[in-house]
């Protein structure tokens, strides 16, 4: 069963990351999710993690360096999304975003729309045909309440034609639980 939005993410990864050339996780956190990737990716796939906080990138490595992976071309690189495109040329097979900030860590080191918002846009303009762009939301604190209606407002208004954008939310929680937003390329 998946009941929480951080499970979807996990299992979103599982399911449609397996064939991806190109991976992105935009915010490396604790590493978990980069972790998953590199165990789900296939061996010659190309993964680029992202964290502001040199403490994510020490913690994933650590994390990485003791596991088995499928893969181990990954490059975990200190700097923000929005300036991805330094570091990718590639189109991009697989993007997630896990916002919001480091539980335990420090909350000021949240993401923030405006700079989620330019990182999102360069995804998206690389984005190859049968690519997807999964984004965890968290509303339920202030940064994220205003990165969710920007979030929202943003995706609404992309062209059905480009892009097809599907919400996944629990429906029954209080205090505003996560939820993802999963974009794939239009196909027309
Ligand atoms: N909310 C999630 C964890 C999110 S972690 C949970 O509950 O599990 C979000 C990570 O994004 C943090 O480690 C933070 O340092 C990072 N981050 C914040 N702004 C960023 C940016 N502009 N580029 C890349 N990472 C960023």
Known sequence: MVTRATDFSRKIIEKYSKNALVAVDATMGNGHDTLKLAQNLMPNSKLYAFDIQEEAIEKTREKLINSDLSCDNYELICDGHQNLDEYINEAISFAIFNLGY??????EKTTKWSTTKEAISKVLKKLDGNGLLAIVVYPGHEAGSEEAT????????LDQIDFSVMK???????????????IERGNQ
């Open 102 to 107: 480091l539980p335990g860590g420090d909350h």
């Open 168 to 182: 996944l939310e629990v429906i029954n929680q209080i205090n505003m639980p996560p939820f993802v937003y999963l």
């Open 150 to 157: 920007g979030l929202t407002s943003y995706l609404s208004n």
